[in-house]
C-alpha cells in the first residue's frame, strides 16, 4: 500500500481513466513494479471502493496521484487529502469489463464493434456448416 496526496488531473486526462502516478509509487502489493499505460484495479482500503485504470507517469517526483473528477467520486477521495491506494494487475475478463463501462466513449464503441464483428463471424461460421 502506497500512502499519496491526491491532486486533480490536467486537462487531458478527464474521461480517460488515466490516473497519473510516479514510477516508484507505482507497484503492487507484491511490490512489483506496475508498467506505464498498463490497466490495474485501484482501490482505497479507506472507502472500500475500487476502480479500473490506466496507470500513467508523471513528471513530479513528490508522492502525489493524479486523478480526475469523475474517478475520485468513484474513489470516494477528495483532492487536497492523502490516502493509502493498492494497485492491482487485471487479466482479460477485468479488462473487457472496464473497457464496456469505461468513461471514454472510445473505449466502449471499440469493444462493442469487437464483439458485434465476434457475433457476425460466429453466425457466418455456423451458416457455412449448415448450408
Do not use: H
Not at 474521461?15 to 502489493?29: H, N, Q, V
Not at 462493442?112 to 455456423?126: E, P
Amino acid at each position: 500500500m502506497t500512502k499519496l496526496k491526491v491532486e486533480k488531473s490536467k486537462r487531458e486526462d478527464i474521461y480517460k481513466d488515466i490516473i497519473r502516478i510516479p514510477k516508484r509509487c507505482r507497484k503492487t502489493k507484491g511490490g512489483k513494479i506496475i508498467k506505464e499505460g498498463e490497466l490495474c484495479l485501484v482501490s482505497v482500503p479507506k472507502t472500500k471502493k475500487s476502480v479500473y485504470a490506466i496507470l500513467r507517469g508523471c513528471k513530479k517526483n513528490q508522492k502525489s496521484i493524479f486523478i480526475d473528477e469523475y474517478l475520485r467520486n468513484k474513489l470516494g477521495v477528495e483532492a487536497g487529502k492523502e490516502y493509502k491506494f493498492v494497485f492491482k494487475k487485471i487479466y482479460f475478463l477485468d479488462w473487457i469489463c472496464w473497457a464496456w463501462n469505461a468513461a471514454d466513449i472510445g473505449y466502449r464503441i471499440s469493444l462493442q464493434i469487437a464483439f458485434i464483428s465476434l457475433f457476425l463471424g460466429i453466425i457466418s461460421i455456423i451458416i457455412s456448416i449448415l448450408f
